[in-house]
Structure formats: C-alpha cells, structure tokens
C-alpha cells in the first residue's frame, strides 16, 4: 500500500533509544549521573595549546574509547573527532532500541544529523594549507571536513536506505535534526530515523572564533564555575564536545515489536528571528514564537510543561532574552515551569546540543527529577524564569521542552511527554 | 490536465554561476551548446556579487561563496516578481543546502599564522592564540555554513520554519524537498530553497583528485564532461563549478491572485542511499531506482507519464552506470511500443554544481517542453537507450524528473509537472 505523504493525520512519535559522548562521560548512564551530580568537568584545554588564546577551558571528552568492530578502518579513516563520537553514540542509542534486522524496511529507516563544521587546525594548515600542498596530503585529510560523512557511516551502520540528510545551522543544528526526524515520521515518510548530532569545536581556530566575538567565558582561573547560566556574572560559554544519537520510531512499530518506549515527541517549532547573526531580537522574536509552534503542534497546553531545558549558554544576551521569550509563552506565576541550562555541566556542545538536552529533558521525564542549576551565585533579575534548584530534585512531570538558538537566526523547540 | 489552486508551483527562478547570471542566460548557454575551455572557467572567484543585491551591506561579514548564494538570491526576487508584502513573515520560509568549511575561511587567520612562527619556522599554536586576536572580530562568522539562510532570510523577510543542508551534491535537492512538504502541509504559504557552493578551489579539487572523481586535464581543446561515455572515451570525471541556484514555490492559487509567473509544477520527491558508507554505491542502482518509482506511485503517475528526465550525469564512469542501471530498471521494461522519455544532460555547460546542482533544470523543464527536443550539448549517447526528443504520445504525458546522485551513494529525484510557458 503507497504511502500518501499529505495524510492530514500525524504519525505518534517514539523515542526508543538514546546515546551519548560528553565531558561527563561517555555514554549516557555517565552524562546523566554526571547531571544528577551537578558536575562540571571544564578544565583547561589538553587538545591544543590554548595557553595564550583568552579563553583556556573547555569541557573536553577525556579517555574515549571507540568499541572495536563498529567501523572499519577504512571508515574510520573518513571520521574526524567528533564523527567517531557520534558512531559510539549511535551504536549506544541502537543497542537500546533493540531494532534487529527485519523489523523495519531499510528503505523506511533514514539518518537525519545536525553537524558541526568539522573546522581545519593549526596544524593542518602549517602542513597543508600554507605551504599548498593540496595534492600531496592523504585523502583522510581532506576527507575528514566533509560533514555529510558521518550521516553515510551510520546509514551503513545501522542499514539504512531511506535516505541520509545533514543539518548545520549552527547551535540549533540537532534541534533541528530532531525535528526533521519526528516530522518524517509523523508524516509517514519513514518508521525510523536515527537521528542527533556530533560537533567537537575544541580547536585553536574555533575557539580564537569565539573569542574574537567576545562570546566566550574568561574564567580561566575557575573552569568549573565559568559556564554559569542566568548567572548575573555570567561572561561567556565554555566550549563543550560530544555526540548525542536517538532512534526515533513510529509508535505503532515500537509497539508491535515490543521495543521499551522511554518518552513521545510531541512537538516541534523552528522559526528564523531575521535580526542579527549574533544577537538575539531583544523582545525574542523567533524563539517566542519557535516554543508557541511545538506547543501548537502537539497540542500541548503550556500549563502542562514542567521543565524547560534552556539553551541557556552564559552569554549575557542570550540568557536574558531567552528568559523574556520563555517568560513570554509560559508566564512568571506559580504555575510556571522550572527551567534550567544543562552548559553548565556539559559545556556548550554546538550542533550536538540540541539533541543532548533533549535527551536530558527525556530522562528528566522518565526519572521524574529536575535537573539542578548549578553555578547560579546570584540570578540576573533580567532573567525572570524559575530556575531548578541546584540540587537535583524529584518531581512529577508530564512534559518538558528543549530550545536551541543558534547563531544565523534559526530556532527551535521540541516538546517530550512522559510515557507511562 | 487539471489544475488545482493548492498544487505547489515554481514561481522563480535565480542563478548565478561563472557562466551567466539569470535563468534565460543559461538557457542561452544550453542552447548555443557553449562549453568552457578549462576547469578554471567554472571558477567565480571574481563574482562581483553586490552588483546584484539591493543591499551590498549584507555581503560585509560573509565569505565569497555565500555572496554568490545571496546573489542568486536577489535574482529570485527580481523573476519570481517577490514583494515584501505578499505574504506574512512567519509564512515564508527560506531552506538553503550550502558547503562545509571551506579553505577561503582561513584567509583571515593567515597573518595571525605567520606572525605566530618561532625561530625554527614553525608555528607556535600557543601564539597563534594571541597574534590572532588582531584579526577581524567577525572571522569566524564569514566561515559559518548557514550565512546564506541567515541573510537570505533578512532580504524576504521569511521568518518562518528554514533549514540548512550540508549533505554535498544533494543539498540543494534536500532543501526544495524539505521546503515543498512544509507548503504541502500548510505550514508555510511562500518558500525559498535551493543550494550554493564554491569548490574549484585547490583544496577541494586536491581532495577530489585523490577521490579519482575529478576529470583529468588533457590536452583537449574543450574541458567537457562526458557523461556515459563508457569506454568509448578516457576522460572520465566530474568537473567541479561553482554557483548558486534557488527556486521560489508557493500555490498556485495564490501565485495566480498575485499575478505571478508559473514556471512548472511541483509534484513530489525522493530520497535514498544505498547504506554502504563513505564512496560506495550500488552498481546495479536498486536504491536509486526504487526511490523513482516510489516517488511516482506516490504522485499517481505512471513511468510513460515521463517525457523528460534530467539526469545527474556526473561524468564519473562509475556513478553515470550506476544511474543508467537505475534508469532502465524503471523505464526499460515498458514494452516494444513504448517511445523513451528524452534525456538530458546540463553537466557538459554547467559542470558540477555540487550544492546547487539540479536546481536550474526545475527551471528549465517546462521551457524544454516547449523546445521539443534537447539541444545537442544537452543530448546523451543513443547507446544508453534514450532519446533527444520529447514525446509528445498523449497530453498525460507531461512529466519530467529531475536527478542528483552522489558517489557516496546517495539519491534524491524531484518530479514536476510542465506548464505552459
């Protein structure tokens, strides 16, 4: 039977499995007792020599071991960094979701990845680049900047025929790979979508990037409390690195299988502010309006989200505005929902972010525990949002929504509901 | 053939690339059969982008490839006829497919380079971290993939759900795809998609010549792709372009009440891969195959409904058998009596657009319709069992395919519906 791809009717999405590369560790047992903890690994930068560059810390994946026999080394030739942390990841999220060959035609599962721009070093360039020896180097060089590669590795990992798409736009790059991945589903262009995203920007070009923009915390003296969003000293993010993968699932297929169901997306918004490249809409433009389309989409009543994982970086700008945009749709009173930025303890993991805080928000629902705010000294009154406490904090929670905003205007906001 | 007022149309068209600027331009080009003399020929790297857009501020903190994107841009909305007040802001969106990082995006760190050398010679990276904080505040932001979303997002006011593809010869394909389904869906009323890239630069075609993807330079007198060539000729390869193409869709209701263009319809799209990682396709093109025939069953419509196909065409010896093996799995067993769809081939004027590539043929489709037959630079050899003409069997008749296909074994197809021009 064809499938109709304009069906009016949506398709129930399902999370059926989730993995994770961060600071905190990795996979996504660690990443979240790490959260639970109110750990915050930042330290200063080991991946290069930082020493002289403003910002001297990172939160950086340390003692990564990539399972033998996922890949092949001709593969792993073509994977930079934080592609080979989005394969473990992968492997993770589908070890979870049980999915043996045979339950689902390979032409209706795809990979949809929100990159990072896989950017050249110092190194690099003093070989290559400088000295123009574009014929000369190895083929994995060149290769590795390619950020489509690692959408074709998982496709061969995993069997996928539907189809490979890579999302870059910038911070919101695996939110929006979230969405793209639940709309395929819900609208009945595939049954399951691996989907999330991989970005490691712990170089010295990245970084100086930043640093040039004046968008990166210089706390060198105290890593672990330099990301310190809603903070009234706030002064910048800390560079994070890491991949999150989910398996995405069409309910009624996780049912028949009998795949264990651990939440339902339920929404998803994406809008462009069309302001600046940088700076937000000061009345938050775009994002007032990404939170109110997830809302709408899943016919989510805002009364009902509990918890909002922010984007929440520790820039002045974007912490304050995204409080206004949050105050905006949900309000200040009692009845608003707890809200806190997970940066603090994973750093900010540009294009993989999106897809690692909604996962935090998943097992927030799942566990039914806020996670805690921590580095929060004193609470910019600029920023009017009920902050978690800075404890981890049992809770009763039905839903809880993610925001990415990402540099360039995009932003998004994915809705998750507890599945009892 | 019936005409809905929600069906998706093409209402403009915008292109830039080293040949011409302008849809019609590079309409002359195919029909004049004009071929570039050498690879650097495909090369914008002298584009003087601002001459093309109302506001040449917005080229200050971008690089040279996102100017062309947003030049392309600006041709949309001078064809497409686009006011700002046609449609509300949260209505239009804008999804573009764009390259990764490219070497252009160093230029600004290279004095910071220099200066960090030690007395050996070497460069000192704990330096750099210092001497680069001389260069422009806003380097990193030329270097970011989604510039031509940002910007281009700001020139149509279209504040409503976008994306950006990074996924190499597809992009562009992914962006019109992505970009129609949220039309289809209600979504949006007025969207903007397509692609751009700039990788004839040395980095990119070093990389590409170590792939044995690229075509060798000879000592020919023209430096023409030969799609499907098979062995009957040695030069075999892509040849990598640069440029920019966007196309404009919205319903055809409302591009009706607002007086604009038709160019074609939009009927549908696929995507697949064949899942065997990096470089590898499928030689017997199974994947690609079933894609074309889903995305027709689909829409409804019959593979005779085909009376155009413009294909990839890559002139990758492998690639090009592995698109022909998918072709004649779809359209090679319909019978003794049943007359081919034409074949068409633009990589021979435009090269490989990459990002942008099979963009301009959603443009062209309806106007080759109308011409009857392919011109001759845009022919395919008669061993691979299509023609040069369009049949005109029946008015049903009227559909054409358009192909992109990767050499990591990636496919995406575009179905259309001609109009009367």
């Not at chain 1, 805690?372 to 929504?401: G, H, K, R, W, Y």
Request: charged share 20%; glycine share 10%; proline share 5%.
């Amino acid at each position: 039977m064809p499938h109709d791809p304009m069906r009016p009717k949506k398709r129930r999405v399902v999370v059926t499995g989730i993995g994770a590369v961060s600071a905190l560790g990795s996979n996504l047992n660690d990443t979240w007792n790490g959260i639970l903890e109110g750990r915050a690994p930042a330290a200063a930068v080991t991946h290069f020599d930082a020493s002289q560059a403003p910002c001297k810390i990172a939160y950086e994946v340390n003692d990564f071991v990539l399972p033998e026999g996922l890949i092949s080394d001709r593969e792993r030739r073509f994977l930079n960094t934080a592609m080979v942390y989005g394969v473990k990841a992968v492997a993770e999220a589908m070890e979870q979701a049980a999915l043996v060959p045979g339950q689902v035609d390979p032409e209706r599962l795809a990979v949809c990845l929100g990159m990072g721009l896989c950017s050249a070093d110092v190194d690099w360039c003093e070989r290559i680049f400088l000295p123009k020896k574009y014929a000369d180097p190895s083929l994995d060089e060149h290769i590795r900047f390619n950020p489509e590669q690692l959408a074709s590795v998982v496709a061969r990992l995993v069997g996928a025929k539907g189809g490979n798409t890579t999302i870059h736009t910038a911070c919101a790059s695996s939110g929006q790979s979230l969405g793209e991945a639940y709309e395929m589903i819900a609208y009945g262009e595939a049954d399951v979508v691996v989907t999330g995203g991989a970005d490691s920007m712990i170089n010295s070009f990245s970084m100086v990037g930043f640093d040039l923009l004046g968008a990166m915390s210089k706390r060198n003296d105290a890593p672990q409390q330099a990301s310190r969003p809603f903070d009234v000293g706030r002064d910048g993010f800390v560079m994070g690195e890491g991949a999150c993968m989910l398996v995405f699932e069409d309910y009624a297929l996780a049912q028949a299988r009998g795949a264990k169901i651990l939440a339902e997306i339920c929404g998803y918004g994406v809008t462009e502010s069309t302001y600046r490249i940088t700076d937000l809409h000061p009345e938050g433009r775009g994002p007032v309006e990404a939170m109110q389309m997830a809302l709408e989409d899943g016919g989510t009543a805002a009364a009902k989200v509990g918890y909002i994982n922010a984007h929440g970086t520790s820039t002045q700008i974007n912490d304050r505005v995204e409080a206004l945009s949050i105050a905006k749709v949900f309000g200040t009173g009692t009845g608003a929902p707890k809200v806190s930025s997970t940066k603090s303890m994973t750093g900010h993991m540009i294009a993989a972010a999106g897809a690692m805080e909604l996962a935090i928000c998943i097992n927030a629902l799942r566990f039914q525990i806020l996670p805690p705010s921590i580095n929060v000294f004193q609470q910019d009154p600029a920023c009017p949002v009920a902050l978690t406490e800075a404890v981890a904090t049992p809770t009763e929670l039905s839903f809880a929504l993610s925001n990415s905003i990402g540099f360039g205007g995009s932003n998004t906001a994915l809705v998750a509901r507890r599945w009892l | 053939m019936t005409q809905r007022a929600d069906e998706l149309v093409i209402t403009g068209v915008g292109v830039a690339s080293a040949g011409a600027y302008g849809l019609e331009a590079h309409w002359e080009l195919l029909r004049q059969g004009t071929v570039k003399a050498n690879a650097a020929a495909y090369s914008m790297r002298d584009f003087k982008a601002a001459a093309h857009l109302k506001e040449p501020r917005l080229l200050k903190a971008v690089s040279a490839t996102d100017a062309i994107g947003l030049a392309a841009l600006a041709d949309v909305q001078r064809t497409g006829a686009w006011t700002a007040d046609a449609y509300p802001a949260p209505r239009t969106g804008l999804y573009t497919g764009s390259p990764g990082p490219s070497s252009f995006d160093l230029c600004p760190y290279i004095e910071a380079m220099e200066a960090a050398r030690d007395g050996d010679g070497s460069i000192d990276e704990g330096a750099f971290g210092r001497t680069a904080m001389s260069a422009r505040p806003t380097t990193l932001l030329a270097s970011l993939a989604n510039n031509v979303l940002c910007y281009g997002s700001m020139m149509f006011n279209a504040q409503g759900p976008n994306s950006n593809y990074i996924s190499g010869e597809l992009s562009g394909h992914l962006a019109v795809q992505h970009a129609a389904k949220r039309l289809r869906r209600q979504q949006l009323d007025y969207v903007v998609a397509g692609g751009f890239g700039a990788h004839s630069e040395a980095i990119d075609t070093g990389m590409y010549t170590h792939l044995s993807l690229l075509l060798a330079e000879g000592s020919e007198s023209t430096h023409t792709v030969m799609p499907y060539a098979g062995g009957e000729d040695a030069r075999r390869g892509m040849v990598l372009a640069d440029g920019a193409a966007f196309v404009a869709l919205e319903r055809r209701g409302a591009a009706t009440a607002r007086g604009a263009k038709i160019l074609a319809t939009y009927i549908g799209g696929g995507i697949a891969s064949d899942g065997l990682g990096p470089l590898r396709s499928d030689p017997e093109g199974v994947a690609y195959s079933r894609m074309i025939l889903r995305t027709l069953t689909q829409a409804d419509v019959d593979p005779t409904q085909i009376a155009l196909i413009l294909a990839n065409a890559s002139g990758i010896d492998a690639l090009d058998s592995v698109e022909i093996n998918a072709l004649q799995r779809v359209f090679g067993g319909l019978g003794a009596a049943y007359e081919p769809p034409a074949l068409g081939v633009t990589t021979r004027v435009f090269g490989n657009l990459m990002e942008a590539s099979g963009i301009i043929e959603l443009g062209l489709v309806s106007r080759l319709f109308a011409h009857g037959e392919l011109p001759a630079v845009m022919t395919a050899p008669a061993s691979v069992g299509f023609s040069n003409r369009l049949p005109s069997r029946t008015p049903a008749a009227s559909y054409a395919l358009v192909l992109k296909a990767s050499p990591w074994g990636e496919y995406s197809c575009i179905l259309l519906r001609r109009e009367d021009l």
